[in-house]
């Protein structure tokens, strides 16, 4: 009989492809006055597609 120990494991362990696959972004807070908070608010969709696309649009702009 085998020991408990000497026994092959066939769970556990790392596997190829498992977990959570990485992303590149990157997750930040921020505190914005109510105002703008209003036209967030009011915006239909994925509020982060439309602060992406307003920072893009200032940066391009701006030359930053």
Same mark, same amino acid.
């Given at each position: 009989?085998?020991?408990?120990?000497?026994?092959?494991? *066939?769970?556990?362990?790392?596997?190829? =492809? $498992? =977990?959570?696959?990485? &992303? #590149? *972004?990157? #997750?930040?807070?921020?505190?914005?006055? %109510?105002?703008?908070?209003? &036209?967030?608010?009011?915006? %239909? =969709? *994925?509020? /982060?597609?439309?602060?992406?696309?307003?920072?893009? $649009?200032? $940066?391009? /702009?701006?030359? &930053?």
């Amino acid at each position: 009989m085998q020991n408990v120990e000497d026994a092959p494991r *066939s769970w556990g362990g790392a596997r190829q =492809g $498992a =977990g959570r696959k990485r &992303v #590149s *972004s990157k #997750s930040i807070s921020i505190r914005i006055p %109510e105002d703008v908070a209003a &036209v967030l608010d009011s915006v %239909e =969709g *994925s509020k /982060t597609d439309f602060i992406v696309a307003a920072i893009r $649009a200032y $940066a391009k /702009t701006s030359g &930053v």
